[in-house]
């Protein structure tokens, strides 16, 4: 295995435990839903998330978010600060 796979397993790893903690109430995406955020964004753990972290944030002013509206909200959260970090 090597180095680059696993360290993408730890961050994935990490990413999960962090919607699991974020975001308790709803269903955890699968690992794939992980790595494709973290290849649309160029490998940035932190561009992920702070995409969880916003959607919970709004999960938390609307008092819940269905699986699908997370996934969308987090994915363009992502995508609004990976055009900032950009710019």
């Given at each position: 295995?090597?180095?680059?796979?696993?360290?993408?397993?730890?961050?994935?790893?990490?990413?999960?435990?962090?919607?699991?903690?974020?975001?308790?109430?709803?269903?955890?995406?699968?690992?794939?839903?992980?790595?494709?955020?973290?290849?649309?964004?160029?490998?940035?753990?932190?561009?992920?998330?702070?995409?969880?972290?916003?959607?919970?944030?709004?999960?938390?002013?609307?008092?819940?978010?269905?699986?699908?509206?997370?996934?969308?909200?987090?994915?363009?959260c992502?995508?609004n600060?990976?055009?900032?970090?950009?710019?």
């Open positions: 295995m090597s180095d680059s796979f696993e360290r993408q397993s730890q961050i994935v790893d990490e990413l999960i435990r962090h919607w699991e903690s974020l975001l308790p109430f709803l269903k955890t995406p699968d690992r794939a839903q992980f790595l494709l955020w973290l290849r649309l964004n160029r490998g940035d753990m932190n561009v992920v998330l702070h995409g969880l972290v916003q959607t919970a944030k709004k999960a938390r002013v609307f008092g819940s978010m269905d699986f699908d509206r997370a996934l969308r909200y987090a994915s363009g992502m995508r600060e990976s055009r900032e970090r950009a710019a």
